[in-house]
């Protein structure tokens, strides 16, 4: 089948609270494990904070590092790497925010740079030996899809052979109290888009995909095949409430697009009470008949800017396995919202074919991404 | 393909510059603080920031605003504002640029936490840390409805923004694009082992794909070590904002050129015509 857009998604890393690597992930949705443990009662629940050795950079870096390094060890041993021109598009709502946080309440000086995102992704790109374009982007918790458009934009328009899209937040008190005093965060564990559903759990993460045009060699993850984004201009913190901005991005997503042949929808289902109204009503203005529709974050929690490239990747494995994991703590979605097809309790199986990933974040931006099956056997 | 440009804004230290392509003219209007009535410069680099300064229309939130987003949505008002009430703003894309992004509110914010503890924690603070926020604000105030998206590259944000705006013309992914760049420094900037390059400032530049206009932008070429450090432009060093007084000089100057720069290994150049 021809899209209007096939940039391919040869491989990918992540270290989520399910652990490291994307196959600890996929195997934990797939089994529903929940990876949120108590903390305190500000922050009811959390989800379990990464682990990775390292001695001479700080918290987020470390885990950009892990996963990066793990996203480019194709490359590593391809023996191409001094031929093409690789760039790096790193997405973080706060980078290195955590080492920031300490140094200033030790009245360190000068702090450390990393907060400023460009730095950070210099840094990177330096230890990483990217050898093209360098940049970072941060549109809320879209940043991760965002920055997932901009290096496929960067290759179709040929400024690159190959990207790499780097996503990663921390857990901080920063970021944990600044939701706490939004009321946003869960008392019980998200349970998205649950009747009962009453705030989102906060998780931290970091993914890498490697993108490059047309299929390049391999079979890859999946394919990149459609996009779009949009602003709500309605609110800073909160989305619109019949879902228009969403759909936006959704409409310039399936440009082209026969819907009939999404069969799964990742959704951002924060599990806050407006953001899945909000989804369920774009869902229902795009789609006659919603094909199902799931969400991560009762099993990791949010991942802020990490949250689109991990979602990237999942609905990658989605499209290509037709499996599609259950959505932690759904039981029952509420009759006030336009009806869903939540998948829940089991692992369904929907065959191959194109996913649908959105993602929203404060200051109204929306993001939606369209994923084919991968090309392999 | 190339973009035309439409009109620009600049808020620095010395005022308000604005500059609008009209009838095959371009209409620059420079206006100092002291004319608008402005109070002095403050450890910002610039005076308190009035909604007045940037237009008639009432602008009730803009006194709640953090810095970053007065000096957007000002930008953003001064270049688009009502000279184009036209304009399906469904479809106007919206770039950000900032190196510095919301690093001032964050320690606002973190110093909350430090004295008072968790429950001193102000929502109405923790929203403005997000360093896309000020695009938020803008899209709100001016009803913008297309894909938005924060740039941050260094030194060289405010131009990579702009270059990716005319790629966004040129490949027909927008037919009108908002550029606004904006830096607000404070104490957190001096902080930090950057040295520091300058005070509070922003820039915007308005693109569509037709009409009349200052200019035409095009030929976006975003590079690695393919320009080198000899031919570069010079800049006075002002965080993400660092070229914009160069780049002003090369749109309203009235000749074409290549106008190029660079940071470390990574180069942009754009073609500037008339």
């Known amino acids: 089948m021809t899209y209007p857009h096939n940039i391919q998604i040869a491989s990918a890393g992540a270290i989520t609270p399910m652990g490291l690597g994307v196959d600890s992930l996929w195997q934990g949705l797939l089994a529903g494990r929940v990876a949120f443990s108590p903390a305190d009662k500000i922050r009811p629940y959390v989800a379990a904070h990464c682990e990775i050795p390292a001695r001479d950079a700080s918290l987020n870096l470390r885990r950009c590092m892990a996963l990066a390094l793990e996203s480019t060890r194709e490359l590593a041993s391809s023996g191409e790497q001094g031929s093409l021109r690789r760039a790096l598009v790193l997405a973080s709502t706060k980078g290195e925010l955590d080492q920031w946080e300490l140094q200033r309440a030790m009245r360190v000086t000068p702090l450390e740079r990393g907060i400023i995102l460009s730095e950070m992704a210099l840094e990177l790109a330096e230890r990483l030996g990217v050898n093209g374009r360098v940049l970072a982007t941060s549109t809320a918790c879209a940043s991760g899809s965002f920055a997932a ?28 109290h600044g939701f706490a005093s939004l009321q ?72 082209g697009i026969d819907r009939s042949s999404v069969v799964a929808i990742c959704a951002h289902g924060t599990a806050t009470r407006y953001n899945d109204a909000m989804e369920a009503h774009a869902f229902t203005r795009a789609f006659k008949q919603p094909p199902p529709v799931f969400s991560i974050k009762g099993n990791i929690g949010h991942t802020l800017g990490a949250a ?70 | 393909m190339s973009a035309v ?63 970053l987003s007065k000096l957007g949505v000002g930008a953003a008002e001064l270049c688009i504002g009502s000279e184009f009430p036209q304009m399906a703003r469904d479809d106007v894309a919206l770039v950000g640029a900032s190196m510095l992004g919301s690093l ?77 760049a904006a830096e607000a420094v404070g104490p957190a900037a001096g902080q930090l082992e950057v040295r520091p390059m300058g005070g509070s400032g922003a820039c ?31 800049g006075a060093e002002n965080y993400g904002l660092t070229y914009v007084d160069a780049l002003q000089q090369a749109l309203l100057g009235g000749r074409s050129q290549v106008f190029r720069c660079g940071e470390g290994s990574q180069t942009i150049s754009l073609n500037v015509s008339q």
């Not at chain 1, 995909?209 to 709500?232: E, P, Q, Y």
């Not at chain 1, 097809?341 to 089991?346: A, C, E, L, S």
């Not at chain 2, 037709?210 to 070429?221: K, T």
Request: aromatic residues 4%; hydrophobic residues 45%; contains cysteine.
């Open chain 2, 204 to 234: 915007a530049w308005l693109l569509t794909c037709d009409g009349q206009g200052i200019g035409r932008l095009g030929a976006v070429r975003f590079g690695h070590s393919e320009i080198g450090a000899s031919v570069l432009e010079a």
């Open chain 1, 149 to 176: 458009i901009e290096a496929a934009e960067m290759l179709e328009d040929g400024d690159a052979d190959e990207a790499l899209v780097t996503g990663v937040d921390g857990l901080s008190l920063f970021i944990e």
């Open chain 2, 104 to 180: 001032e509110v964050d320690a606002e914010y973190h110093d909350t936490l430090l004295k008072g503890g968790p429950a001193s924690a102000s929502p109405a603070l923790f929203v403005y840390t997000l360093p896309s926020m000020f695009l938020g604000e803008i899209a709100i105030g001016l009803g913008l409805r297309g894909r938005t998206s924060l740039i941050s590259q260094g030194r060289l944000s405010a131009v990579a923004a702009l270059a990716a705006a005319v790629r966004l013309i040129e490949k027909e992914r927008a037919t009108s694009v908002l550029v606004v």
């Open chain 1, 184 to 255: 946003a965060l869960s008392k019980r564990g998200a349970r998205p888009f649950d009747l009962a559903r009453d705030g989102l759990t906060l998780g931290e993460a970091g993914a890498s995909v490697l993108l490059r045009r047309g299929t390049g060699g391999g079979s890859g993850l999946g394919r990149l095949v459609g996009w779009g984004a949009s602003n709500d201009a309605n609110h800073i913190s909160g989305p619109s409430r019949d879902g228009g901005g969403l759909l936006l991005a959704i409409e310039r997503a399936l440009t």
């Open chain 2, 5 to 67: 440009l439409r009109a620009y804004a600049r808020i620095s230290e010395k005022g308000l510059t604005r500059a609008l392509g009209v009838g095959g003219k371009t209409l620059i209007t420079i206006t100092a603080w002291p004319e608008l009535g402005a109070g002095p410069l403050d450890d910002t680099g610039l005076p308190a920031l009035k909604a007045r300064f940037f237009t008639s229309k009432s602008w009730p939130r803009f006194g709640r605003m953090d810095l």
């Open chain 1, 308 to 377: 689109g490239v991990i979602e990237l990747i999942i609905s990658s494995l989605v499209a290509s396995s037709g499996l599609v994991p259950a959505t932690a703590g759904f039981e029952r979605q509420s009759p006030d919202e336009p009806a869903l097809d939540i998948v829940h309790m089991q692992t369904r199986q929907v065959g191959r074919g194109l996913v649908l990933s959105t993602n929203s974040g404060f200051g109204g931006m929306n993001t939606a991404l369209l994923i084919a099956p991968g090309e392999g056997p």
